[in-house]
């Protein structure tokens, strides 16, 4: 077990020193009126598209010298230019934006690391293309249907956010009760503030979590805009179960105990859905998980390699 647990975090250390620099980086017009940002790292044969850059940057260092990570930056988000169209803001634009990518970048399959509600994302795209989706990593991933109810030992209990966390919540409800009021900047900082203790377990990693306020995109205004038509179009969605229980595909669920945004529940339920699926799960991890446990990005770079990670539990099938 100390062997293992060595070798996990040397692999995790040589993963985060390698590859920092991106190799190519721009935009792809994937739609009209759709312009995506990308950061592409390495140049070998074998394409991982990771979307969400903008909270991931750790992500590149899973480069490598037979693998290509294009990380980039979700439509209307991030880097990426501002859609107009709001219509054009939907789960399923994401699904051919990967496609759109794929094509640009000449890969014949990729891999894909789907985060959030991306996670979800990721699947849909691999039962659209499944003859292009190689291995699938879904990390804190939503449920199929939005408001899934889950039993209380999988979701995250109303009394898990620390004190920190607490009061950085109640600034953060001051601000938006003066929402008119206040400087967009420092509104943002409060929302920010609150959400890096909302995403992690562990209340001394919040520091780890990305400022996403450095992005117009990630404005309080152009992100309550993106909101009310991404997941506005996603809450009336139901997405059937069998498509996704006849996909062959290798796929690695990846999931917190105290994650607040999507219950542990949903981790379960996809990891028991895929036919060829495994399961980690990382206790007292929140949704931004690989900053409460750094070596899920050992265990990601294993399975992308070929090999089930030592902790990825099988449920049993019929």
Same mark, same amino acid.
């Given at each position: 077990?100390?062997?293992?647990?060595?070798?996990?975090?040397?692999?995790?250390?040589?993963?985060?020193?390698?590859?920092?620099?991106?190799?190519?980086?721009?935009?792809?017009?994937?739609?009209?009126?759709?312009?995506?940002?990308?950061?592409?790292?390495?140049?070998?044969?074998?394409?991982?598209?990771?979307?969400?850059?903008?909270?991931?940057?750790?992500?590149? +260092?899973?480069?490598?010298?037979?693998?290509?990570?294009?990380?980039?930056?979700?439509?209307?988000?991030?880097?990426?230019?501002?859609?107009?169209?709001?219509?054009?803001?939907?789960?399923?634009?994401?699904?051919?934006?990967?496609?759109?990518?794929?094509?640009?970048?000449?890969?014949?399959?990729?891999?894909?690391?789907?985060?959030?509600?991306?996670?979800?994302?990721?699947?849909?795209?691999?039962?659209?293309?499944?003859?292009?989706?190689?291995?699938?990593?879904?990390?804190?991933?939503?449920?199929?249907?939005?408001?899934?109810?889950?039993?209380?030992?999988?979701?995250?209990?109303?009394?898990?956010?620390?004190?920190?966390?607490?009061?950085?919540?109640?600034?953060?409800?001051?601000?938006?009760?003066?929402?008119?009021?206040?400087?967009?900047?420092?509104?943002?900082?409060?929302?920010?503030?609150?959400?890096?203790?909302?995403? *992690?377990?562990?209340?001394?990693?919040?520091?780890?979590?990305?400022?996403?306020?450095?992005?117009?995109?990630? +404005?309080?205004?152009?992100?309550?805009?993106?909101?009310?038509?991404?997941?506005?179009?996603?809450?009336?969605?139901?997405?059937?179960?069998?498509?996704?229980?006849?996909?062959?595909?290798?796929?690695?669920?990846?999931?917190?105990?105290?994650?607040?945004?999507?219950?542990?529940?949903?981790?379960?339920?996809?990891?028991?859905?895929?036919?060829?699926?495994?399961?980690?799960? *990382?206790?007292?991890?929140?949704?931004?998980?690989?900053?409460?446990?750094?070596?899920?990005?050992?265990?990601?770079?294993?399975?992308?390699?070929?090999?089930?990670?030592?902790?990825?539990?099988?449920?049993?099938?019929?």
């Amino acid at each position: 077990m100390l062997v293992r647990l060595l070798l996990a975090l040397l692999v995790a250390v040589s993963a985060t020193a390698q590859a920092q620099t991106p190799t190519a980086k721009g935009h792809v017009d994937t739609a009209p009126g759709v312009s995506i940002y990308y950061e592409r790292y390495g140049t070998g044969p074998n394409f991982v598209l990771i979307p969400g850059r903008l909270f991931m940057p750790e992500f590149a +260092s899973l480069a490598r010298a037979d693998r290509t990570v294009i990380q980039y930056d979700m439509r209307n988000r991030g880097l990426s230019r501002r859609v107009e169209d709001a219509a054009q803001i939907t789960i399923m634009g994401d699904v051919a934006d990967v496609e759109a990518l794929r094509r640009h970048f000449g890969a014949e399959k990729v891999s894909l690391v789907g985060y959030s509600y991306l996670g979800l994302m990721v699947a849909l795209y691999a039962t659209e293309h499944p003859e292009r989706a190689d291995r699938l990593v879904q990390i804190g991933a939503v449920s199929r249907k939005f408001g899934t109810a889950y039993p209380a030992d999988q979701q995250a209990g109303s009394d898990s956010l620390s004190a920190e966390g607490r009061a950085a919540e109640a600034a953060w409800n001051a601000v938006r009760a003066n929402i008119d009021k206040t400087e967009a900047k420092a509104a943002c900082a409060a929302l920010s503030r609150y959400s890096s203790f909302q995403l *992690v377990g562990n209340p001394a990693n919040h520091v780890k979590v990305p400022d996403s306020c450095r992005y117009e995109n990630e +404005s309080i205004a152009n992100f309550a805009r993106h909101l009310t038509a991404h997941f506005g179009d996603l809450q009336k969605r139901d997405f059937p179960r069998d498509p996704f229980t006849r996909l062959g595909r290798p796929v690695l669920t990846v999931h917190g105990t105290l994650d607040r945004n999507a219950p542990y529940g949903s981790g379960l339920e996809w990891a028991t859905t895929f036919p060829n699926a495994r399961l980690i799960t *990382v206790e007292g991890g929140a949704h931004q998980l690989w900053l409460d446990d750094p070596s899920v990005l050992a265990d990601i770079d294993r399975f992308l390699a070929g090999e089930w990670p030592a902790r990825a539990y099988r449920f049993g099938r019929e």
